[in-house]
């Protein structure tokens, strides 16, 4: 028979099992960008707590840093965010355990500046919304950014690493 401290324990142990099981609660947070890492993440520290965070851009996938133009890619978001602060909307956590947001410095909207220079490919099973992908098509219409590389060395980065293990994150 169970006594009633036992039956605590485990209503208590239930509780904490729901609460790390629990989707991640979608925040906004201001952050000081510390590392650009590629063209789809960064390394954050937290403003006022400097907590530090990985992010990953909700959308967008960029090309490998061992592919081509994965360090143009990788340049191209360092001017638009190393050293700068941010608004940071995250919307889930990855595999990785990356946090999964949209990224803005002031009203810019970072993701689909990426996708607008033809800096990453627009992917709608990572959040692509209206205008990550209008930023990819019109990119890809006017040959910007990857899309001037020859079609052969246009590889979808979630391709390159299935047959290059080592690229992945």
């Known amino acids: 028979m169970q006594g009633p401290q036992t039956v605590s324990r485990l209503l208590a142990l239930l509780a904490l099992l729901l609460l790390a099981a629990s989707p991640l609660r ?23 707590t400097k907590r530090i965070h990985e992010i990953r851009l909700a959308g967008i996938d960029a090309p490998e840093l061992g592919q081509p133009w994965g360090p143009a890619s990788r340049a191209a978001l360092r001017r638009l965010v190393d050293g700068k602060s941010v608004m940071v909307e995250t919307i889930d956590r990855d595999r990785y355990g990356r946090l999964v947001g949209k990224v803005f410095v002031g009203r810019a909207y970072v993701n689909a500046a990426m996708t607008r220079s033809g ?19 019109a990119a890809r219409r006017e040959g910007r950014g990857l899309w001037s590389l020859p079609p052969e060395q246009r590889v979808p980065p979630a391709t390159w690493r299935a047959t290059n293990p080592r690229g992945a994150p």
């Open 26 to 48: 979608a925040e906004r947070f201001e952050a000081r960008v510390l590392r650009v890492k590629d063209g789809d993440s960064l390394v954050v520290e937290r403003i006022p």
């Open 119 to 137: 800096n990453a490919w627009a992917v709608t099973r990572y959040g692509a919304d209206a205008e990550i992908r209008a930023g990819h098509a």
